[in-house]
């Protein structure tokens, strides 16, 4: 009697939680990058490190220094970027929210989408 019972509340639990759906939760909607519109370091790339990577990639702490005056430079001379095959690059892979390896901060997908254009336009200091 007391193994029914058991049984039958993890049945009803079961139905309970896969019964759960989360509809209400929308996918980030990515806002259109135009290809033929120079994406720009200075205004676009960079308010993204300045606002998820410079509380730990900053002078003095984990490389590479994202901060604003450094952030170009410490990208290119780590090799971070690989404008052959864009989505190889590491400041595009390791952040990036599809996979992530880093274990703090991600990119959201739009963040993603942006860094990627960048890349793929060749990676200019602009």
């Known amino acids: 009697m007391k193994k029914t019972y058991i049984y039958s509340l993890?049945?009803?639990f079961a139905l309970i939680f896969n019964a759960c759906t989360y509809d209400f939760i929308a996918e980030e909607e990515l806002p259109p990058v135009d290809p033929n519109v120079d994406v720009l370091f200075s205004t676009q790339i960079q308010p993204i490190f300045t606002d998820k990577?410079?509380?730990?990639h900053k002078p003095g702490g984990e490389a590479p220094d994202l901060?604003?005056?450094n952030a170009y430079n410490s990208i290119k001379g780590m090799n971070l970027v690989n404008t052959?095959?864009?989505a190889t690059s590491g400041i595009y892979t390791f952040p990036n929210y599809q996979a992530p390896t880093h274990t703090?901060?991600?990119?959201?997908?739009?963040e993603a989408q942006l860094v990627l254009t960048w890349?793929?336009?060749g990676a200019?200091?602009?």
Do not use: D, E, G, R
């Open 10 to 12: 993890l049945f009803v």
């Open 119 to 121: 890349i793929q336009q």
């Open 104 to 110: 703090w901060k991600q990119y959201s997908a739009a």
């Open 84 to 86: 052959a095959t864009p």
């Open 67 to 69: 901060t604003a005056a």
């Open 124 to 126: 200019k200091n602009n």
């Open 53 to 56: 990577c410079i509380a730990c």
